[in-house]
């Protein structure tokens, strides 16, 4: 029998960079980052019709407030009560996040005929990325173990530069191990991530990439120095067929302001 009906894909919604707070009003650049969540959760509400599971991909905290992590599941809890797993990115604390959650820590979610694998590559006190020598141990050994599941693999911080100047020097340091491994491995269709606060499409052998907007602020594109764009917060959906083919797209809240410091240069 089929994990997953023919012709009934799977609804997968991602979230990512939430920059939550422990106290209610903190404000990012001028943006509520807990009014902004939850402007995006009600937007999924209104255009997804029955979802099947949701990935958070870091920087669900601003400052690692441990608090943080439990405002996301109570947010989550009151608008979106999906299955959901989450990782860390730069401003996480992971075992903040595994004591908040534990079943959201779970790195490897078999979902009808998919896998998804979810990476962590924060790197404590430092804002950029890099995979551990056992998280691509793990992440090897899970592939081998599923050849066959057609596989999403997520994680924080962007693998390839973004002709961002100012942010590419917080990428993944390490990206070459892991496209070494991805490309053992073919059943990988995406590596998906968050960090950059914006929606990327591009292809690297024969593995998509996908970056996906923040659900607070937005950083501009194609920028040497620290810019933010006027793209409302948002998130990204999946559909995930039984055949390995999948579709991905954003939505974005709209017809909302903010009150954002657009001429900010930093934060």
């Known amino acids: 029998m089929d994990r997953q009906a023919k012709d009934t894909p799977i609804r ?13 009003g903190e404000q990012l650049l001028g943006l509520d980052t807990r009014e902004s969540l939850c402007d995006v959760l009600d937007l999924v509400n209104a255009i997804e019709t029955n979802p099947d599971h949701l990935v958070v991909t870091g920087d669900v905290g601003g400052v690692g407030e441990p608090g943080s992590y439990q405002c996301l599941l109570d947010l989550l809890a009151q ?16 075992a903040d996040m595994l004591t908040a959650c534990p079943s959201a820590c779970e790195r490897v979610v078999e979902l009808g005929d998919w896998l998804l694998v979810l990476l962590d590559t924060s790197v404590a006190g430092h804002v950029h990325g890099h995979l551990k020598a056992r998280e691509l141990q793990s992440l090897g050994a899970t592939l081998a173990r599923y050849p066959d599941r057609p596989t999403l693999v997520f ?10 100047r100012w942010l590419d020097g917080t990428q993944l340091d390490n990206a070459d191990e892991l496209f070494a491994l991805l490309a053992l491995h073919k ?35 194609q920028r040497d120095d620290f810019c933010l764009d006027k793209k409302m917060p948002g998130y990204r959906w999946y559909d995930l ?14 017809d909302k302001s903010y009150g954002i410091d657009y001429d900010s240069s930093g934060y």
Do not use: Y
């Not at 608008?79 to 992971?94: A, K, V």
């Open 241 to 254: 067929h039984s055949d390995g083919r999948f579709e991905t797209g954003v939505h974005r809240v709209a």
């Open 12 to 24: 997968l919604i991602q979230l990512t960079d939430t920059h939550l707070s422990e106290d209610s």
């Open 187 to 221: 059943q990988v269709k995406a590596l998906s991530w968050g960090h950059v606060h914006q929606e990327f499409n591009g292809v690297k052998d024969g593995i998509q990439l996908i970056a996906s907007p923040s659900t607070c602020i937005q950083f501009a594109p």
């Open 155 to 164: 994680m924080h911080h962007h693998p390839v530069p973004l002709d961002i």
């Open 79 to 94: 608008h979106l009560p999906l299955p959901m797993n989450w990782l860390p990115g730069n401003h996480d604390g992971p």
